[in-house]
């Protein structure tokens, strides 16, 4: 089963607009939750996390807000420009982090010019 | 370059072989993670280390992998037998401190058994 779920295969934004990314999860046990992007032949790039204490981190262009309530977090890029094209995964643990991660199927993020 | 880095990129295989990929953290990181990686999926967790102990193994990881870690820097992991099914992406990641949790990760091992 799916216990971390990225429901939209790709997205499509215009340059200059937000990028909503959006994620759910199904385990009550995950308290840390991570964004990474990848490009194609590249391992994953980490870029904002979240712990489950807090319900929004910002860093730069990239905000995360955390519903636990919802099970579900977003990841908000504004303003998205065209190096943003890239898989984005949704990534949690349960250990606050130190455990191995379980990760979401990703969403391929298209910035339009 | 102090990244993670992983030792082959590639790897064609025939199907039977044994094959063994190298891992090297970022030096500081006391912690090393294996994921495997197929196509449309994200990064699946196989097994970590803290130092030189292997602390957990997920259920994918059947009797024909094992991974080491000896003296708790550079790790291996070694497939026997491979099968068509083990053609994947091979990620290392590593990580320092507890708190933040962020794992790095390499550019990862593309095995292809054919």
């Known amino acids: 089963d799916q216990q971390v779920k990225q429901n939209s295969p790709s997205l499509s934004v215009q340059e200059g607009r937000i990028s909503i990314l959006n994620c759910d999860y199904t385990n009550s046990m995950f308290d840390y939750f991570l964004w990474y992007k990848k490009y194609p032949a590249e391992g994953p790039t980490f870029l904002i996390s979240i712990s489950s204490i807090k319900d929004k981190n910002e860093d730069g262009r990239f905000t995360v807000f955390l519903n636990k309530s919802a099970k579900h977090l977003s990841l908000h890029i504004v303003p998205s420009q065209p190096g943003d094209s890239a898989v984005y995964f949704c990534?949690?643990?349960?250990?606050?982090?130190?455990?191995?991660?379980?990760f979401g199927k990703g969403t391929h993020l298209i910035i339009q010019p | 370059d102090t990244g993670v880095s992983q030792d082959p990129r590639h790897k064609i295989t025939k199907r039977g072989q044994n094959v063994t990929f190298r891992c090297d953290p970022i030096?500081?990181?006391?912690?090393l993670y294996w994921y495997r990686q197929t196509l449309g999926q994200g990064p699946e967790f196989l097994t970590y280390f803290q130092n030189e102990a292997q602390l957990e193994k997920s259920r994918l990881l059947s009797d024909r992998f094992s991974a080491e870690r000896p003296k708790g820097s550079f790790s291996t992991l070694e497939i026997q037998r491979t099968e068509q099914g083990d053609s994947a992406m091979y990620l290392c990641a590593s990580s320092y401190k507890l708190a933040s949790g962020e794992q790095f990760f390499g550019p990862g091992t593309r095995l292809t058994v054919l």
């Open positions: 990534a949690a643990s349960a250990g606050g982090g130190a455990d191995g991660l379980t």
């Open positions: 030096s500081e990181h006391n912690r």
